[in-house]
């Protein structure tokens, strides 16, 4: 969320963020909510402060005075207690609003209204020319038997998948791979669960606004996060570091899980949008420096583009618009690699600077070197997520037999294989 002092004080540059971010929400209902809730509170504390006063004149109250004086304190209890509801009510009400606040895009951001806004930075890696008809990811599996889709919808409906023999290694040497790859760059790895309370997806900023996109488990007052972002954020809510303590710079593991409620009919086949898959997410906590974010910003980026160069895949890095960008975000960019059946790119990671938006959420501080508390700021960046990877890695490895060749740096992950699969072609 935003500094409640900022937006009292900066109303207008609010209010651009929530046009160009396409925010629905009401700025000038916000801030009448916020001086009504003020009024609120100073009537509530001039009540409590007659009835103390109130209080300390019975005891020393002649017979005569003690009666109306009790009476009246029992009144202006009954009156305190008849606003306790209303304050309760207006404060969630007002908390609710304060929550759907953008943070505010660092200039240069382009303003846009979706994806079709966003700007195209650089390509890297050669396209493949192969020489022969490319298989899609479907039919490579399917020729190799490395899954069943059939069956496993059968087991648990559409968008599910079912990965098999060197497929399923495949799939688990990328993410060892990630994971040590990013282990070596300084990360601490870290696998966490994906079962969170709710008030973690209002930390993380998912809530309010994305709850359709999310499994519930009511009975247990339990959610299923999208990425290990979610959990790893609140992993210090409400406590107090020390400067010395960040940055917190976490390689994490962990199943995820998506229902998809806004693409229904996209995407349906084959590996590119499923319910479950796993992911491991590079997550940051900084000290509040703008300068110091944007080197975690750009490292994790690299950290990213490295990995895919080693995975030997080509991929562009795309500058997401103001519209593009989720509410908590002041700079995002998305990396979208290779996918030859399609002839284009598919995003496959989302590098995000957050600011300090996440931690006031989450009440995440620490105290620099002053002694002064501040609050933290966030990043975050795909590592690697599967099974989407192994659509731009089994299309653009495969070769002319119908073999999927393994780069050289995977190889040791594989039991030092070069190609995977048989002659099928």
């Not at 929530?18 to 801030?31: A, F, T």
């Not at 509040?288 to 995975?311: C, P, V």
Request: hydrophobic share 40%; proline share 5%.
């Amino acid at each position: 969320m935003l500094d409640l002092k900022f937006i009292r004080e900066h109303p207008e540059a609010v209010r651009e963020a929530i046009r160009v971010k396409n925010v629905n929400l009401d700025l000038d209902d916000l801030l009448q909510r916020d001086r009504d809730l003020v009024a609120l509170k100073q009537k509530v504390e001039a009540m409590q402060t007659e009835r103390n006063a109130n209080a300390k004149l019975v005891p020393g109250a002649s017979p005569d005075e003690r009666p109306a004086l009790i009476q009246k304190g029992k009144e202006l209890a009954e009156e305190l207690k008849a606003l306790e509801p209303q304050l309760r009510d207006a404060e969630e009400a007002f908390r609710l609003l304060l929550l759907r606040v953008p943070n505010i895009p660092l200039p240069g951001v382009p303003v846009g209204k979706d994806d079709e806004d966003n700007v195209e930075l650089r390509r890297e890696g050669n396209l493949p020319d192969f020489g022969f008809t490319p298989l899609d990811q479907v039919e490579i599996l399917e020729k190799q038997g490395w899954a069943d889709f059939e069956r496993v919808a059968r087991v648990s409906g559409s968008r599910s998948y079912l990965l098999k023999g060197e497929a399923a290694l495949l799939e688990m040497a990328i993410l060892m791979f990630a994971m040590d790859f990013l282990s070596q760059r300084g990360l601490t790895p870290l696998s966490t669960t994906a079962l969170v309370r709710r008030e973690t997806l209002f930390n993380s900023g998912h809530f309010p606004g994305d709850e359709e996109s999310v499994y519930k488990f009511a009975e247990d007052e339990l959610l299923l996060a999208g990425t290990a972002e979610v959990p790893i954020n609140s992993l210090y809510a409400g406590e107090q570091l020390s400067a010395e303590d960040l940055p917190l710079t976490i390689a994490g593991f962990s199943a995820a899980f998506r229902r998809e409620a806004g693409s229904a009919g996209r995407d349906v086949r084959g590996l590119i949008r499923v319910h479950e898959f796993r992911k491991v997410e590079q997550y940051v906590i900084c000290k509040a420096d703008q300068e110091e974010g944007l080197r975690w910003f750009h490292t994790l980026l690299q950290n990213a583009e490295d990995l895919l160069r080693a995975l030997e895949l080509p991929y562009r890095v795309i500058q997401n618009c103001t519209g593009d960008m989720g509410a908590g975000k002041v700079l995002m960019y998305d990396i979208e690699t290779w996918v030859p059946s399609e002839q284009k790119y598919r995003e496959t990671h989302s590098c995000s600077y957050l600011g300090d938006w996440q931690a006031r959420r989450t009440g995440l501080r620490y105290r620099d070197e002053a002694g002064k508390l501040q609050y933290a700021h966030t990043l975050n960046n795909t590592g690697v997520a599967s099974p989407r990877i192994l659509v731009p890695f089994l299309e653009n490895h495969q070769q002319a037999d119908g073999t999927v060749r393994v780069p050289a740096a995977l190889r040791p992950y594989l039991g030092g294989k070069e190609v995977l699969g048989q002659a099928v072609r």
